[in-house]
């Protein structure tokens, strides 16, 4: 989490950590430059975040050669005028996404889950901690390289708070979360009926 005058910016990433320790670092730096120069961030990020990128592609290439550095980047501006805005990396652009996206060894399952549950995410209050939550776990249980503990930022539009909801507490909320098999059993078993002619 990075707090600028102008919002907060919010970086995950994929990859090595020493890289995306780096880029971190890179990124912060020439944002706050920006800053202190008096840029308006909430236009001049995305160019801001991706000149920091190519630097640090062409700095480290050796690096990252055989290897990849994947971010997730989020800028929750305090102006009301603007809304918070989701972007992927491809190498040193920024891509906007307009609803999730991931990275990393469980990214293909995170998809599939977000993709297929998404809109039970939205029905009610809480339903989207419930949704994140399982699928965190079930991204653990499935993918290499997961597991090493998640923490859910909820970002308010035009609130320049952030709720954390830290990893014990996800862990306690994950529990909570009925298995897969036992969900869709308990529903199979009352909702299918196997044609007769298909049975035996």
Not at 151 to 168: L, N, V
Request: glycine fraction near 8%; proline fraction near 3%.
């Amino acid at each position: 989490q990075i707090t600028m005058r102008s919002g907060q910016f919010f970086i995950a990433g994929a990859g090595t950590s020493d890289m995306v320790t780096k880029a971190n670092a890179e990124i912060s730096e020439v944002l706050f430059k920006a800053q202190n120069a008096g840029k308006d961030l909430a236009k001049d990020h995305k160019d801001l975040i991706e000149t920091a990128l190519q630097r640090i592609h062409k700095q480290y290439a050796a690096n990252l050669k055989g290897s990849y550095l994947d971010l997730l980047i989020i800028f929750a501006p305090f102006d009301q005028r603007y809304v918070p805005i989701l972007y992927k990396t491809a190498l040193a652009a920024l891509i906007p996404e307009s609803v999730y996206a991931a990275y990393g060894s469980g990214k293909v399952l995170c998809d599939y889950f977000a993709g297929r549950l998404y809109e039970y995410g939205r029905q009610e209050k809480d339903a989207m901690k419930v949704l994140a939550a399982f699928i965190l776990r079930e991204a653990e249980r499935a993918a290499s390289g997961v597991g090493l503990g998640a923490d859910m930022w909820f970002i308010h539009e035009g609130d320049k708070s952030a709720h954390c909801i830290p990893t014990g507490a996800i862990r306690e909320l994950q529990a909570l979360i009925p298995e897969i098999q036992e969900s869709i059993g308990s529903d199979w078993k009352d909702k299918v009926k196997i044609p007769q002619y298909l049975s035996g």
